[in-house]
């Protein structure tokens, strides 16, 4: 009796499905195509998407940080006479040069505005327009809005000696011989060497008064009433007040630092909005730059002033005139915001 041949037949079938499989139209085919084509897809997606994006980062204007912190400083180096302090009577209107006089009532520094670093402007030394911290004008093309954070004044004071007033022909000079003016008795002049003496010459007294405005508006002590050492005494343990000694005799130098923080800032009204209170703008977008700008609302300062260490002493009329040379140096750390667009684009 024959062999029937049914495994033939099913190895026949077999074959064929494994041969469509292989043409692709399986299901399993079907789905890891579907699969890879959303993937491709996506990547796609994102390749265009972080292209669109390093365009846009790649163009100047938004390459520009929103805020950056930077350093401004402003600087002042001056000769004066301390003609008011330390005089011999009768030759007050006596001038031996072009220096001026120390002011009276100080130089008044601005701490938190490099719009107007120098609020002092009744000294001929300073401007009677507002001057700006180096670098405010050129600042003003990539920002709006700055604020001060941060800030640190030096000042320093150096002995120049002094001026005699030996002239003869002149009523308000002392002669070298005889009197001194109409009147005045027999002349200093008489003893050189006693005027030469740097042990005649008296000390000056350097101090600083660091007050923000909560401060000024509820203190009742105020600069002029510190005239020498003696008054000092009477409110040296005052935050804010420091004094330092400088030396008879050319060459001697005193200094005194400042530092300035907005932290723990308050206003009147306890108002303890720094961005309020401490932001002041930069020059307009008008025109070069140049023009508009505007100090903090609320301004705080530092006052230095040079008085006689010993009110009462009587050496201090020895020398007529003594001369010191005043540096001024401004340290600003500055918060600029608000970028301008048209710094990228001005044409």
């Known amino acids: 009796m024959p062999k029937r041949k049914s495994k033939g037949v099913t190895g026949t079938r077999k074959s064929t499905s494994y041969g469509r499989r292989q043409q692709g139209n399986s299901r399993l085919k079907k789905q890891y195509a579907k699969v890879k084509r959303k993937q491709r897809v996506r990547l796609m997606r994102r390749t265009i998407k972080s292209a669109k994006s390093r365009a846009l980062n790649a163009m100047a204007v938004l390459r520009q940080p929103k805020t950056c912190v930077m350093r401004f400083q402003a600087q002042r180096c001056m000769s004066y006479t301390l003609a008011d302090q330390f005089k011999q009577p009768g030759v007050s209107l006596q001038t031996h040069d072009n220096n001026p006089i120390f002011p009276a009532t100080g130089i008044k520094i601005n701490l938190n505005s490099i719009y107007d670093p120098w609020a002092k402007k009744t000294d001929t030394y300073f401007p009677t327009a507002d001057e700006h911290a180096g670098g405010f004008d050129d600042i003003s093309h990539q920002y709006g809005q700055y604020r001060v954070i941060g ?17 003869a022909g002149y009523a308000a000079s002392i002669e070298p011989t005889g009197g001194s003016g109409t009147g005045m008795g027999p002349s200093p002049a ?12 008296d000390p000056v007294l350097v101090t ?29 343990h005052l935050p804010g007040i420091n004094w330092r000694e400088l030396k008879a005799g050319a ?47 609320q301004l705080d300062h530092v006052t230095y002033n040079l008085k006689p260490f010993d009110g009462a002493s009587s050496y201090k009329t020895k020398y007529s005139q003594p001369r010191v040379l005043v540096t001024i140096d401004i340290d600003y750390l500055v918060k600029c915001s608000e970028p301008r667009f048209t710094y990228s684009n001005s044409a």
């Open 151 to 167: 800030a640190k004044v030096t000042f320093k004071v150096r002995r120049l000696g002094g001026s005699l007033p030996i002239q």
């Open 190 to 201: 008489a003893n050189l060497g006693e005027m030469f003496d740097p042990s005649t010459m």
């Open 208 to 236: 600083s008064i660091d007050r923000n405005a909560w401060q000024d508006a509820n203190s009742m002590i105020s600069e002029a009433q510190i005239g020498d050492y003696v008054s000092l005494q009477k409110f040296k």
């Open 251 to 297: 060459a001697q130098k005193a200094s005194i630092v400042n530092k300035w923080s907005e932290r723990g800032l308050q206003a009147l009204g306890m108002n303890t909005d720094k961005a309020q209170i401490n932001g002041g703008l930069f020059h307009n977008e008008q025109g070069s730059w140049t023009s508009g700008g505007s100090n903090p609302s």
